[in-house]
C-alpha cells in the first residue's frame, strides 16, 4: 500500500542553522515525490518536485530508492521557511497524491 | 486567471443538513481534484475528473457524497445528511496534464463545521 510517514509534527531551528524535514515512502512501484508548502494563512503550494532536481527558495530533496526517503534539506534556514510542509507521493496512475501527515517548521530568530 | 477558487471559505451547518462546495479551476486545467483534510493530516483523495468525466473516487466517499463536473469546467462536491465527522477542509485542486509533470495548483479550501 501507498505510504508517506512524515515522523516529525513539530521542528524547530535557529536562523542560519541547516534543516532537514525527514519523508519515507512506502510504494510498490516507481513513485514520483513532491514537497508542497502552506505558509500561514495562504494556500498550499508546490515547492519542489523530484522528476525536476531543482532547488527552490534554497531548498532541495533527493530521491533515495534504497532508503525509499525524500528529505527535504536546506542548508541555512531562514525566518521566512517557517510553514507547515507535507512530502507527496504520486502513483504511476498519476492520479492522484498521497500525502503525510506533514511536519510544521518554525524558525527562531 | 486568479488561480483555482472556491466557494464558499466557511461552512457551518447543524447535523443531518446536506451542503454543497463549488470549485472553479484554472481555466486551462482539464484535471480537477477534490481531497479532505482533517485537524493534524494531510489531504486526502476523493475524487478526480479529466474534464466532465469523473475518473476514479476514493473509499472515502460515501454514498452520502456526490461530486459533479457537468461542463468540465467547475465542480460541485455535495455532502447529504451530513455528519459531525464530516467537519474538515474540503480542497480542490487542478492541473493541466499528469500531475507528475507539473503538480497541482490548490485552491484555498473550504471549512466545513457540521455542529
Known amino acids: 500500500a501507498q505510504r508517506v510517514t512524515q515522523p516529525e509534527k513539530l521542528l524547530s531551528v535557529f536562523k542560519g542553522a541547516p534543516v532537514e524535514l525527514k519523508c519515507n515512502y512506502s510504494?510498490?512501484?516507481?513513485?514520483?515525490l513532491f514537497w508542497y508548502v502552506q505558509y500561514s494563512r495562504q494556500r498550499l503550494q508546490l515547492l519542489l518536485r523530484?522528476?525536476s532536481r531543482e532547488s527552490i527558495k534554497g531548498f532541495t530533496a533527493d530521491l533515495n530508492k534504497g532508503e525509499t526517503s525524500f528529505h527535504l534539506k536546506k542548508p541555512f534556514a531562514q525566518e521566512e521557511d517557517s510553514a507547515m510542509y507535507y512530502c507527496a507521493l504520486s502513483g504511476q496512475t498519476g492520479n492522484q497524491f498521497y500525502f503525510g501527515t506533514g511536519t510544521s517548521l518554525t524558525v527562531i530568530p | 486567471d486568479t488561480g483555482v477558487s472556491q466557494d464558499p471559505r466557511h461552512k457551518i451547518t447543524k447535523r443531518g443538513q446536506n451542503v454543497t462546495f463549488r470549485c472553479d479551476p484554472i481555466s486551462e486545467h482539464n484535471r480537477l481534484y477534490w481531497y479532505r483534510q482533517t485537524l493534524g493530516q494531510g489531504p486526502e483523495f476523493l475524487t478526480y475528473f479529466q474534464n466532465e468525466a469523473q475518473l476514479e473516487k476514493s473509499r472515502l466517499l460515501s454514498d452520502r457524497f456526490s461530486a459533479e463536473r457537468p461542463k468540465g469546467s467547475f465542480s460541485t462536491l455535495e455532502i447529504q445528511r451530513t455528519e459531525q465527522g464530516d467537519s474538515a477542509m474540503y480542497l480542490c485542486?487542478?492541473?493541466?496534464?499528469?500531475?507528475?509533470?507539473?503538480?497541482?495548483?490548490f485552491g484555498s479550501g473550504t471549512r466545513l463545521t457540521v455542529v
Open positions: 510504494y510498490s512501484g516507481s513513485p514520483e
Open positions: 485542486a487542478s492541473s493541466r496534464d499528469r500531475l507528475s509533470h507539473y503538480g497541482y495548483t
Open positions: 523530484h522528476i
